[in-house]
């Protein structure tokens, strides 16, 4: 079963500081993509960064990024000099690269504060 | 623009009666989805389309119907059997390309009952 956990449901920082984002997940499958969702205050999803788990490479863009640990099934997000508008719950989720599914995880809600 | 549209943003339903819930998507998916999301429980899925006239059960379908007559059209109805249907519904589409592989989001329906 392809399970994830995010384990932080809220979490709060300061505006301009840098946050991080704890998300862990489970299967079996050597090949999948990881992906980091933003839903604001209007319940719009927004992708905001994937990671495909055979490249080494940590994804960033601007000032979100990750770090992904493929031994250990890890794949936090970094936001750096937070903004208001980061305000919102943020989901974790991979999918497999055959049979569409995707899997997410329960969300951290993150409060950026003034 | 390119993108899912779900209509209406929210609806309610009297006990016994059957709502659909509309999802519409230009964007040439071959992939469609309906994921239910209550709070602290994340996205659950409900079903899923791969291809036109086919789709499948997801892990929360009791209660609930779909169609696929059309590339561009997944619809849900939410049956008189679904005994606990207030939740925010979301419709998602994606390509079935590996290197590519995302999903993209509606606005969502709100459902609530009378």
């Known amino acids: 079963a392809q399970t994830v956990t995010q384990s932080q449901p809220e979490m709060s920082v300061q505006e301009a500081e840098t946050v991080t984002l704890s998300c862990t997940y489970d299967?079996?499958?050597?090949?999948?993509?990881l992906f980091w969702y933003k839903q604001p205050p209007s319940r719009q999803m927004i992708l905001v960064i994937r990671?495909?788990?055979?490249?080494?490479q940590n994804a960033t863009e601007n000032r979100f990024s990750v770090n992904f640990q493929k031994a250990a099934k890890s794949f936090s997000l970094k936001i750096s000099d937070s903004q208001l508008g980061d305000t919102a719950m943020y989901f974790c989720?991979?999918?497999?690269?055959?049979?569409?599914?995707?899997?997410f995880g329960t969300g951290t809600s993150l409060t950026v504060i003034p | 623009d390119g993108g899912i549209t779900q209509s209406p943003k929210y609806l309610f339903r009297k006990e016994g009666q059957n709502v659909t819930l509309s999802c519409e998507q230009n964007?040439?998916?071959?992939?469609m989805y309906w994921y239910r999301q209550d709070p602290g429980q994340g996205l659950r899925l409900i079903y899923y389309?791969?291809?036109?006239?086919?789709?499948q059960k997801g892990d929360i379908a009791e209660g609930y119907s779909v169609s696929r007559e059309k590339k561009e059209s997944f619809p849900l109805t939410v049956t008189s059997a679904q005994k606990n249907p207030t939740a925010f519904y979301l419709c998602?589409?994606?390509?079935?390309?590996?290197?590519?592989?995302?999903?993209?989001f509606g606005s969502g329906t709100q459902l609530s009952v009378l």
């Open positions: 990671q495909e788990a055979y490249k080494q």
């Open positions: 299967t079996s499958e050597n090949n999948y993509y």
């Open positions: 389309s791969q291809i036109v006239n086919d789709f």
């Open positions: 998602a589409s994606s390509m079935d390309t590996p290197t590519n592989e995302k999903l993209f």
């Open positions: 964007l040439n998916h071959d992939a």
């Open positions: 989720a991979f999918s497999l690269p055959t049979g569409n599914q995707f899997y």
